[in-house]
C-alpha cells in the first residue's frame, strides 16, 4: 500500500474493518466478568487504535514529522536503546527518584510534625493550598542556576513540586479518622505516637497514597520540562527537545513512549501497594 | 463552625496565621538572600583587603546587581517597573506576557472543559466507552503530557496553526481530564432510588441528565475545574518554551534564564504565581455564584 493512490476498495474496506473494530470490542465490553476482563477491553480498545494509526499513516503517506507510523517508532526504541536507557537513567534513575522520595518524605514529616500545632495548620494549609494553583515548574532555571546542569537541579524541581500536595494531602488524612474512633483511643489512655501509629496514619493512607499517585506523574514532568532549561546531554526532556529540533520524530515518540511506560509501570505500582497496604479501606475493596 | 463569631473574631482565627506564616516566608526569603549571595557580594561588590563591616555585606547582598537570590524588595521593585514604565503592548511590560499566556489558557480551558463534559457524558451513557475508553483516558494522564508538547508544536505549526492554538491545544490536553474524571464520577452520583424515580415518571434519557445527573454532579465538576485551570496554566507557559517564543511568561522566563536576569526570572515567577491564583479565584467565584443560586451551600 506504497505510494499516495489508495485502491477503489480501500476506503470500503477501512470503514469494514472499523464496524468490526466497533463490534468487537463492544461485545468485550458486554462480556461479565472480573477487573482482567476490564483491562483486556481496553487492551483491545488500544491495539485496533494503533492498527488504525498504523494502516492510516502508511496508506495516506503522512509525512514522517508530523506522526511516524508505530512501526517505525518501535524500529526507534529498538535501534537507539542504549541511548535511551542512559536517558532513562539520567532522568528517571535519579532526578525523579531521589526527588521524588524527597519531596514525598518532607511533605509527609512536615505534615505530622504541625499537625498538633492548630495555628500553623491554620497558617500553613491555605498557603499550602494555594501553591497548586501557582506553575511550580518555573523554577526550573533558577534551580539550574543554583544547583548546576546536572540531575540534583531537576531533582530540587522535583521536591519542590511533590512536597506541597503530599502535606496538604496528609494532614487532610490524619483529619480522616472519625471522632468516635479518636476517643475511644482516649478512653484508653493511648499517647500521641500510639494513636497516630495505629488509627490516624492507617487512616490517612488512602490520601498518602493519592498523593504519591499524584506525585509521580507531577515529578516526571517535572523532571522532563526542568531538562528544556538546560542539561547534561543525556535524559528524556533533553532528548525530546533536541530531537524534535532535528525533525528526527520517531526517536522523539521513543523517547515519550519510555516515559509513558515508565509512568504507567510507577502507577500500576503504587496501586498494587496500595492494595496490600490499604486493602481495608471502601474505595480499595470496591474497585 | 457551629459556634457564631464575631467579625473580628473570624479575621484573627482565619487571618492571622496566614499572615504570620506569610510573614515567615518573607523574612527566610530575606535570610536566602543574605546566605545565598553573600559569597558573590564578597568577591565582586566588596573590598576584601580594605575590610568591610556585617552591616555592609548585608546591604551589599540586599543590592547586588545579578544576585543568585535577589532579595523580596528587588523583585517588588522590578516588577512595579515593569508595569508602569512601559507601555501594556511592550515586551518589557509583564502585563503583555500575561495576556498572551493567559488567552492560551483560557481558550484552552475552554476547549478541555467541553471535551471533557462530552466525554464524561459519552462515557456515562456508554458501557462499551466506559470500559474501552476510560483507562486509556486514566492512563494518558501517567504519561507526562508536557512531553509531547514540542512535538503538538511541531506538528501543528507545519499544518499552519501558530500563535495561540497550538498552546490552547496543549493546556486543553491538561484540562480535559481532570473534568472528565470527576464529571464521570459526579454525574454517577445519584442515589439509585433518584434514578428508578426518575425512570417511573418516564424521563428520556436526556430528561434524566438534564434535570438529575447534571445537577448532582456540579460539586464534582468545580473543584475539578479550579485543577484544570491550573494545569492549563502549566501547560500554556511549557509550550511556550520550546517554539522560541517572543512572549508569554514562560518564554520570559526562558530569556530570563539565557541572559541571567534573576530578578526577571523571579519577577515572571510571581507574576505566573498570581495568574494563577486569580484564575483559580475566579472559577472559585463562579462556583459560589452557582452554588448559592441553586441554594446550595
Not at chain 1, 473494530?21 to 461485545?27: M, N, P, Q
Not at chain 1, 494503533?50 to 502508511?58: G, T, Y
Not at chain 1, 532513562?88 to 522520595?101: C, E, N, P, Y
Not at chain 1, 524534535?244 to 498494587?272: D, E, H, Q
Request: glycine content about 8%.
Amino acid at each position: 500500500m506504497t505510494g499516495s493512490v489508495t485502491p477503489v476498495w480501500f476506503w470500503p474496506g477501512m470503514v469494514l474493518l472499523a464496524l468490526v473494530a466497533g463490534y468487537s470490542v463492544y461485545r468485550m465490553a458486554s462480556v461479565q466478568g472480573s477487573r482482567w476482563v476490564g483491562m483486556a477491553t481496553a487492551a483491545l480498545f488500544g491495539v485496533w487504535v494503533v492498527l488504525f494509526w498504523e494502516i492510516l499513516v502508511r496508506a495516506l503517506d503522512v509525512p514522517r514529522v508530523l506522526l511516524p507510523a508505530p512501526s517505525l517508532i518501535i524500529g526507534s526504541l529498538g535501534d537507539h536503546a542504549p541511548k535511551l536507557w542512559g536517558d532513562f537513567v539520567q532522568t528517571v534513575g535519579k532526578a525523579v527518584l531521589i526527588g521524588w522520595a524527597m519531596g514525598c518524605g518532607a511533605g509527609f514529616l512536615v505534615a505530622v510534625a504541625i499537625d498538633r500545632m492548630p495555628f500553623l495548620q491554620r497558617g500553613l494549609l491555605p498557603v499550602a493550598s494555594l501553591t497548586s494553583a501557582i506553575p511550580l515548574v518555573g523554577v526550573a532555571p533558577i534551580a539550574v542556576m543554583w544547583f548546576g546542569f546536572e540531575w540534583p537541579s531537576k531533582a530540587a524541581v522535583v521536591v519542590l513540586m511533590t512536597f506541597f500536595p503530599m502535606l496538604v494531602s496528609t494532614l487532610a488524612g490524619l483529619q480522616a479518622a472519625g471522632k468516635l474512633e479518636r476517643e475511644l483511643m482516649y478512653s484508653y489512655a493511648a499517647s500521641y505516637p500510639r494513636t497516630l501509629l495505629a488509627l490516624r496514619l492507617p487512616a490517612a493512607l488512602p490520601f498518602i497514597f493519592g498523593a504519591l499517585k499524584v506525585n509521580a506523574t507531577l515529578a516526571l514532568i517535572g523532571a522532563i520540562v526542568a531538562e528544556f532549561f538546560g542539561s547534561p546531554t543525556s535524559g528524556l526532556g533533553f532528548r525530546i527537545s533536541t530531537e524534535a529540533a532535528r525533525m528526527n520524530m520517531p526517536l522523539v515518540w521513543g523517547a515519550i513512549v519510555v516515559a509513558a511506560v515508565t509512568g504507567s509501570v510507577a502507577y500500576a505500582l503504587l496501586v498494587a501497594l496500595e492494595r496490600r497496604a490499604a486493602f481495608w479501606h471502601p474505595s480499595v475493596r470496591e474497585g | 463552625m457551629a459556634t457564631t463569631k464575631t467579625f473580628s473574631q473570624r479575621i484573627v482565627h482565619d487571618y492571622f496565621p496566614v499572615v504570620v506564616v506569610l510573614l515567615a516566608v518573607v523574612l527566610v526569603w530575606y535570610g536566602a538572600a543574605w546566605g545565598l549571595n553573600a559569597q558573590g557580594a564578597i568577591e565582586r561588590v566588596l573590598d576584601e583587603e580594605a575590610g568591610y563591616t556585617q552591616m555592609e555585606l548585608f546591604e551589599a547582598t540586599m543590592n547586588m546587581e545579578r544576585p543568585l537570590m535577589p532579595a523580596p524588595h528587588q523583585v517588588a521593585a522590578d516588577f512595579y517597573e515593569s508595569l508602569t514604565e512601559w507601555p501594556v503592548d511592550s515586551p518589557r511590560n509583564l502585563i503583555y506576557h500575561v495576556i498572551v499566556t493567559g488567552q492560551s489558557t483560557l481558550l484552552g480551558f475552554v476547549m478541555g472543559t467541553a471535551l471533557g463534559l462530552l466525554l464524561s457524558v459519552l462515557i456515562v451513557h456508554s458501557r462499551t466507552l466506559d470500559k474501552a475508553l476510560l483507562p486509556w483516558i486514566v492512563a494518558s494522564q501517567t504519561v507526562p503530557v508536557l512531553a509531547i508538547a514540542p512535538i503538538v508544536l511541531v506538528v501543528l505549526g507545519s499544518l499552519g496553526f501558530s500563535g495561540t492554538a497550538p498552546k490552547a491545544f496543549i493546556a486543553m490536553y491538561l484540562c480535559f481530564f481532570p473534568v472528565t474524571v470527576a464529571m464521570v464520577q459526579g454525574l454517577r452520583s445519584p442515589q439509585k432510588i433518584e434514578t428508578e424515580m426518575m425512570h417511573t415518571y418516564a424521563a428520556s434519557r436526556w430528561q434524566s441528565l438534564w434535570l438529575l445527573r447534571l445537577p448532582a454532579a456540579l460539586p464534582f465538576l468545580f473543584p475539578a475545574l479550579r485543577v484544570g485551570v491550573a494545569a492549563g496554566l502549566v501547560g500554556a507557559m511549557v509550550a511556550e518554551l520550546p517554539t522560541g517564543a517572543q512572549a508569554g511568561l514562560g518564554a520570559r522566563l526562558l530569556t530570563g534564564s539565557y541572559y541571567g536576569q534573576t530578578t526577571q526570572i523571579w519577577s515572571a515567577l510571581v507574576m505566573s504565581a498570581l495568574l494563577g491564583l486569580a484564575l483559580t479565584g475566579i472559577v472559585a467565584g463562579v462556583e459560589r455564584l452557582v452554588l448559592r443560586s441553586r441554594g446550595g451551600v
